[in-house]
């Protein structure tokens, strides 16, 4: 068993950046990929950013590349999403999950999700 708790979230001007932080129980966390996931208001919760379990692997979705950063740290169990150059639109609850393979954009299901962060950027 793996609980996911999130933290970091808040509200930030257009421009500005925050950092998410995903906290992991468990004796395992090493051993999943961990990624982060966000659903805005009226949509479809969408892939963000994942990292394998010892980080050699990394994917972002287009809409955040060069402007988020994924990294983990298995001796504290804690993944990372470093959020610089926030738009707006980046608005969203911001969840951190966690699956014994690689997470990527098509991945349909997870063993595990925390319980969101709210982002919101104001224009």
């Known amino acids: 068993q793996v609980q996911l708790v999130e933290s970091g979230g808040g509200l930030v001007q257009a421009g500005g950046s925050l950092r998410l932080s995903c906290a992991a129980s468990g004796r395992t966390f090493s051993r999943y990929a961990m990624g982060w996931f966000r659903q805005a208001p009226g949509k479809e919760r969408e892939f963000v950013a994942s990292i394998s379990w010892i980080g050699s692997t990394i994917i972002y979705a287009e809409s955040v590349k060069g402007r988020f950063t994924i990294s983990r740290d298995n001796f504290k169990n804690t993944v990372y999403l470093q959020m610089n150059s926030l738009k707006p639109e980046d608005t969203a609850v911001y969840y951190c999950?966690?699956?014994?393979?690689?997470?990527?954009?098509?991945?349909?299901?997870?063993?595990?999700w925390g319980q969101g962060t709210q982002v919101t950027v104001s224009s």
């Open positions: 999950a966690a699956r014994d393979r690689m997470i990527t954009a098509q991945t349909m299901g997870v063993d595990y």
